[in-house]
């Protein structure tokens, strides 16, 4: 199957700085990528879609400018997270599909600790 | 949109017997729907998905039914194993780029 990348797999930062979270395509063209948040024993959460070289369409209550999405290429999109807080400490995980495809595939995940 | 609802939260059986799982959704309009195990700390796996052209989908312990009428799917574990132990996630999305909507999840434990 399709084979999704995500780095890092955790960090941990400080409050009120910025983490860049990475999701790599390894093996076909993700032309529409997912970002969904997990909060312990939760359900995933969608925080936005990319599609690559378009602005992404972030869900209600999710800020845009804190959450920044960037799909550049067919391969790879990054989530910076701004400012961030403890209440942001998450399991963040992307998932990516090519056009026409049912199945997305998902990334390993990164655990986020803001302290 | 959509809304997927799952049920039981919580699930256990003994080891051997049968694990049912339920889902409903609310938009007629979605065509694909998957389920996805997911262990503590790890990325969902698909175990098995079906299409709203077929009523039923096998795969050795596994099967999906699907009742387009009255908007509800549901998973079926049979010969349960405590490696089944996990929590599992149905989802409902239509064709296109549209994004995956899961249910809460339905933590399953197998017992020895």
Redesign the interface.
């Known amino acids: 199957g399709a084979v999704v990348s995500q780095h890092p797999s955790w960090v941990i930062c400080k409050s009120g700085t910025s983490v860049k979270i990475e999701c790599r395509s390894l093996d076909f063209q993700a032309t529409t990528m997912f970002w969904y948040r997990q909060f312990p024993k939760q359900s995933l959460m969608l925080m936005a879609t990319s599609n690559e070289g378009s602005k992404a369409t972030y869900e209600q209550g999710v800020e845009k400018d804190k959450f920044l999405i960037n799909h550049a290429s067919l391969t790879l999109s990054t989530l910076t997270v701004t400012s961030a807080h403890p209440e942001d400490s998450s399991f963040y995980i992307c998932s990516a599909r090519d056009w026409g495809w049912d199945e997305q595939y998902f990334g390993p995940g990164t655990r986020l600790t803001v302290t | 949109g959509e809304n997927v609802e799952q049920h039981p939260s919580t699930l256990s059986v003994q080891e051997g017997d049968s694990a049912v799982i339920k889902c409903t959704y609310s938009d007629s309009a979605s065509n ?1 729907f ?1 389920w996805y195990k997911q262990e503590l ?4 796996q ?1 175990i098995i ?1 079906i ?1 709203s052209n077929v009523g039923e989908k096998k795969d050795q312990r596994i099967a999906v039914t699907l009742n387009k009428t009255a908007k509800h799917f549901s998973l079926h574990i049979t010969e349960t194993q405590p490696e089944d132990s996990a929590v599992y ?1 149905c989802a409902a ?1 239509r ?1 296109g ?1 549209t ?7 339905t933590r399953l434990s197998v017992i020895a």
Not at chain 2, 41 to 44: A, L, N, Y
Not at chain 2, 99 to 105: H, N, T
């Open positions: 694909y998957p700390g790890k990325r969902p698909l998905d299409r996630f999305s064709e780029n994004p995956l909507v899961f249910g809460k999840g």
